[in-house]
């Protein structure tokens, strides 16, 4: 059974995006989107950073301060599960994390938002916080049928919608 990584929120966390369950290499490295390839740092920091690239190739302990600074969150559905590989195919027996407790870690919480359909798929969860939800296109490098652009649009706009102060389009 594998262990997922512990919530990084705050008091000041506005969105939280929830993922499914951290990959290989995230939980070789315990950080969450720690894989090279895998989109999540890129889209957040092209729609928040006045310095994007300085975000993206920062230390994690520095992306993750930067990302509570801003009042983004991250966590996973699943607190633990069993798979082999990255793939959230291949969750099995997993474990939901207790996503109620968001509304207590996060007062100001506005918004939640599934990072991709396996997260989407605990949206009844979510919904009853009383808060939006919505489904993001998934930023992992699996779902390379979805430009980054596009991913970026939608990504821009759900972070607006939390109240994010994003950053004017390039």
């Known amino acids: 059974m594998l262990t997922g990584l512990a ?6 966390t506005k969105i939280v995006i929830l993922g499914s369950f951290p990959g290989v290499a995230s939980l070789r490295a315990q950080a969450y989107y720690g894989h090279p ?8 920091a092209t729609s928040l950073a006045e310095t994007p690239e300085r975000v993206v190739a920062a230390p994690y302990p ?11 969150g991250v966590w996973d559905v699943y607190a633990a599960c ?3 590989g990255s793939l959230d195919t291949a969750i099995r027996a997993a474990e939901l994390n207790p996503l109620g407790e968001l509304r207590v870690m996060c007062p100001g919480l506005t918004l939640i938002a599934h990072n991709g359909g396996e997260s989407f798929r605990h949206a009844r969860h979510t919904r009853e ?3 939006p939800v919505l489904r993001l296109p998934s930023s992992s490098p699996a779902n390379a049928g979805m430009t980054f652009e596009t991913k ?3 990504w821009r706009q759900a972070l607006a919608s939390a109240g994010l102060e994003v950053r004017p389009a390039l």
């Open 7 to 12: 919530p990084l929120v705050g008091p000041h």
């Open 82 to 84: 069993e798979r082999e």
């Open 62 to 72: 520095e992306r993750v301060r930067w990302m509570l600074e801003v009042g983004v």
């Open 129 to 131: 916080l009383g808060l």
């Open 152 to 154: 970026l649009s939608e």
């Open 37 to 44: 390839r895998n989109q999540f740092w890129r889209l957040l």
